[in-house]
């Protein structure tokens, strides 16, 4: 005899496919520890309905008309949301990634991905830890491994919100809570932050944009 899950897990879609829709549902079906909550077609409905919802995980498609998915990440982000986001897109290029892991995204997969390993990033977003997947990873790691001249590169306005927290001694949980992200994006924020200063540590990023006039 089957046996219940100990947890189930709350999720939304959205995706402006309707065929993709259907698939993830019944996918997520199959397996007792999961439950789907609604469907959205853009990022605008899908931030309503993780609001009206409060699903463990939402599964956020990138590029929809209406709507894209980096808004509705930065969006549910500003509101505090409870809902972890899993990134779940056709697309792996720069342009795509960063911008989504840097709004809040919990983690990143492409659609070509295994049913376990989808499942798998699942449990984990909904335990709030990052899941990327080897594509992805391998992008991130370059674009921190590659970056402009130290110095030569501006500071985004996350970054320096995060740089004065961190110039105040805040850990990076507490600068977690102040700022409504996850922590796995505040290391993804000093990652780019230091490689932006051209610093080892958080010391030496505090130290160097005291010199070039970044923190007053």
């Excluded at 590029?63 to 549910?76: D, F, K």
């Amino acid at each position: 005899m089957d046996r219940e899950p100990a947890r189930v897990i709350t999720l939304i879609v959205v995706d402006d496919h309707p065929v993709v829709r259907d698939g993830l549902r019944g996918m997520f079906a199959s397996a007792p520890e999961f439950r789907v909550l609604g469907e959205a077609a853009d990022g605008v409905e899908g931030v309503e309905m993780a609001a009206r919802l409060d699903p463990d995980v939402v599964l956020m498609d990138l590029r929809m008309p209406g709507g894209g998915g980096v808004a509705a990440i930065t969006e549910l982000t500003r509101r505090g949301a409870r809902s972890k986001v899993l990134v779940l897109t056709t697309y792996d290029t720069d342009s795509d990634t960063l911008p989504a892991i840097e709004a809040g995204a919990t983690g990143y997969l492409l659609k070509d991905a295994p049913r376990e390993e989808l499942f798998t990033a699942v449990r984990a977003a909904a335990d709030g830890r990052t899941v990327l997947s080897p594509a992805v990873a391998s992008r991130l790691v370059s674009a921190v491994r590659t970056p402009a001249p130290a110095g030569n590169e501006t500071l985004s306005a996350r970054e320096r919100e995060v740089l004065a927290l961190v110039a105040k001694g805040t850990s990076n949980r507490e600068i977690a809570a102040e700022l409504f992200i996850s922590e796995a994006t505040v290391k993804t924020h000093l990652t780019h932050l230091f490689a932006k200063l051209g610093a080892k540590d958080r010391a030496a990023a505090v130290a160097l944009a005291y010199e070039r006039g970044i923190l007053g």
